[in-house]
Nanobody, 127 residues
Framework: QVQLVESGGGLVQAGGSLRLSCAAS????????MGWFRQTPGKEREFVAA????????YYADSVKGRFTISRDNAKNTVYLQMDSLKPEDTAVYYC????????????????????WGQGTQVTVSS
């Protein structure tokens, strides 16, 4: 009965910002590591960012380092992705994911490490 719902996607100009939210219906939310992935048509789902249960450890894909920030509010069962300096190549459907491993481990970038996924939210960055 785990459910993840993303929100905050939309259309933005290159160089702009957007903040994505993921609300989780997980009673033991603090025991889950959380991640964000994205996917475009004809391409494999790729890792964007991840965060441990306490927020003490964060991980980012090289393509978004310095521009995106992942955070979580365990009191609200919510994880966020702040996206700044957006580029057209950031255009994709963004998915929130939950892992039963609180600290994620060394394979935080691997889709198979996450057991629960949201339905995704579209982010479009225009030139």
């Amino acid at each position: 009965q785990v459910q993840l719902v993303e929100s905050g996607g939309g259309l933005v100009q290159a160089g702009g910002s957007l903040r994505l939210s993921c609300a989780a219906s997980i009673r033991t939310f603090r025991s889950y590591g959380m991640g964000w992935f994205r996917q475009t048509p004809g391409k494999e789902r790729e890792f964007v960012a991840a965060i441990s249960w306490s927020g003490g450890s964060t991980y980012y894909a090289d393509s978004v380092k310095g521009r995106f920030t992942i955070s979580r509010d365990n009191a609200k069962n919510t994880v966020y992705l702040q996206m700044d300096s957006l580029k057209p190549e950031d255009t994709a459907v963004y998915y929130c994911a939950a892992s039963p491993r609180p600290d994620l481990g060394s394979s935080y970038y691997y889709t198979r490490r996450y057991d629960h996924w949201g339905q995704g939210t579209q982010v479009t960055v225009s030139s």
